[in-house]
Structures are given as structure tokens and as C-alpha cells.
């Protein structure tokens, strides 16, 4: 079974730092991509950071890019999300997924990340 165990989430003031990690098992690490989706109260869930474990591309959203950085690495099977300058916008659930292709197909469990102004 595919299983993303997250974690690292808190509570951080504005202009902080946090770093979340992903534990990735039950399947070959680098044949899928490893990201992050968020969702905040009241708002759509949306992709926030994407990486191929396979050649190590990545993607950023708009809002994030700058500010967060996605790693990887496959001898742990475990992704990570460095987030730096974080904003009371940045506030949300953020769930690790993994997929084929673009992240998407698995979810783990959602880690809270709360940013105080």
C-alpha cells in the first residue's frame, strides 16, 4: 500500500520559517512525483510544490515561488518542503501526494501550518 506519512507543520509567525517532511513508502520512489497540496479554511485545495524524484524537475505555484523550496531524497523516500518568509496567507492544511504524474493520485494525511500576523 502507498502510504505519505507528513509532518513538520506548526505554528510559526509571519516572516518565519518551517520545514515539513514527507515519508514516502509502498511504491518506487523514483518512478513517481512527490509534492505538496494545500488547503486553507474556506478555500479551494490547491498544488503548492512538485518534484520527479526521477530527474528531479520541479514546479512552483505563482505564490510560493521564491519563498519555498522542494527536495528530495531517495535513499530516505522522502520529500521536503523548506518554507521561508511564510505569510498569514501561507495558513493551511498541507497534504503530501504523490502520482505518475503532477503529484497526483495518492494523499496522505494533512499536516497544519498556521502563520500568525
Known amino acids: 500500500d502507498v502510504q505519505l506519512q507528513a509532518s513538520g507543520g506548526g505554528l510559526v509567525q509571519a516572516g518565519g520559517s518551517l520545514r515539513l517532511s514527507c515519508a514516502a513508502s509502498?511504491?518506487?520512489?523514483?518512478?513517481?512525483?512527490i509534492g505538496w497540496f494545500r488547503q486553507a479554511p474556506g478555500k479551494e485545495r490547491e498544488a503548492v510544490s512538485c518534484i520527479s524524484s526521477g530527474d528531479g524537475s520541479t514546479y512552483y505555484a505563482d505564490n510560493v515561488k521564491g519563498r519555498f523550496t522542494i527536495s528530495s531524497d531517495n535513499a530516505k523516500n522522502t520529500v521536503y518542503l523548506q518554507m521561508n518568509s511564510l505569510k498569514p496567507e501561507d495558513t493551511a492544511v498541507y497534504y503530501c501526494?504523490?502520482?505518475?504524474?503532477?503529484?497526483?493520485?495518492?494523499w496522505g494525511q494533512g499536516t497544519l501550518v498556521t502563520v500568525s500576523s
Open positions: 501526494t504523490a502520482g505518475p504524474v503532477a503529484c497526483r493520485g495518492y
Open positions: 509502498g511504491f518506487t520512489f523514483d518512478e513517481y512525483s
